[in-house]
């Protein structure tokens, strides 16, 4: 069974430029130049509403394998979804000095960017960048 979330040929741009609320768009904007630069890599769009930064290929012990996103985020409605793969369990020192979020699996959710603090942030994104290369390589996309 392989992942269903794939890249999509979507200008990042044009995706950012059409989310609505518009503070909502604006902190897609700000949170794309902070995943540049923590990633240093080129976003893509990964499905219909993920921006996705670097790639990885899997392949787990059950069989099922992939490829996904290394990094990146969704700027829903409800709250910024920020995706640190494969999850947050090295992280808790980072996380405390965030600022207000809740964590999925593999996902942090934010209610405002504002809140956060950008410096952990981009911490934390390269955090997860490293912790992910060490299970499996991280390629630009």
């Known amino acids: 069974m392989a992942n269903l979330t794939m890249p999509t040929p979507l200008p990042v741009a044009e995706f950012l ?11 897609g904007i700000r949170l794309d ?23 990885y290929d899997y392949r787990y012990e059950s069989g099922r394998e ?3 996103l290394a990094t990146g985020f969704s700027p829903r409605k409800g709250a910024l979804t920020v995706y640190i ?11 405390a000095d965030l600022g207000p979020h809740k964590l999925g699996a593999a996902c942090l959710y934010l ?24 299970r499996w390589p991280v390629l630009p996309d």
């Open 66 to 68: 992939g490829t996904s």
């Open 85 to 95: 793969m494969p999850g947050y369990a090295d992280f808790a020192g980072i996380l």
């Open 17 to 27: 430029a059409a989310v609505e609320p518009p503070a909502r768009r604006a902190e």
């Open 111 to 134: 209610k405002r960017l504002s809140d956060v603090d950008e410096t952990v942030l981009i911490r934390l994104i390269r955090a997860g960048l490293e912790d992910l290369g060490r």
């Open 33 to 55: 130049a902070i995943f540049r630069e923590a990633t240093g890599f080129q976003p893509r769009m990964w499905g219909p509403s993920m921006v996705g930064y670097g790639r």
